[in-house]
Nanobody
Framework: QVQLVESGGGLVQAGGSLRLSCAASISTTNINAFGWYRQAPGKQREWVAI???????NYRDSVKGRFTISRDNAKNTVNLQMNSLKPEDTAVYYC?????????WGQGTQVTVSS
């Protein structure tokens, strides 16, 4: 079993920045892939960014150039730097980890962007 704990959410004005962190209960070197997802009220959960193995990253189009996903194996964390935030980025953000084909989720952290 892998526990994931997100932190760093909050309220920010449009154009501002936030940095989310996800702490894993196991060494991140044993985690095949990390992802950040988000779910806005009344909408389905959607994929935001993913980092696979080393530094292979991918982003959904709406966040490309604004969000950066990174992993810190020394701290067993994966981070999501979010810049130039927009009101449409408002959602609960969830961390996801894939370990030997098993999926694990954090409890989520709220991000609210005011216009």
């Amino acid at each position: 079993q892998v526990q994931l704990v997100e932190s760093g959410g909050g309220l920010v004005q449009a154009g501002g920045s936030l940095r989310l962190s996800c702490a894993a209960s196991i060494s991140t070197t044993n985690i095949n892939a990390f992802g950040w997802y988000r779910q806005a009220p009344g909408k389905q959960r959607e994929w935001v960014a993913i980092i696979v193995n080393g530094d292979n990253t991918n982003y959904r189009d709406s966040v490309k150039g604004r969000f950066t996903i990174s992993r810190d194996n020394a701290k067993n964390t994966v981070n999501l730097q979010m810049n130039s935030l927009k009101p449409e980025d408002t959602a609960v953000y969830y961390c996801n980890a894939v370990v030997r084909s098993a999926y694990y989720w954090g409890q989520g952290t709220q991000v609210t962007v005011s216009s």
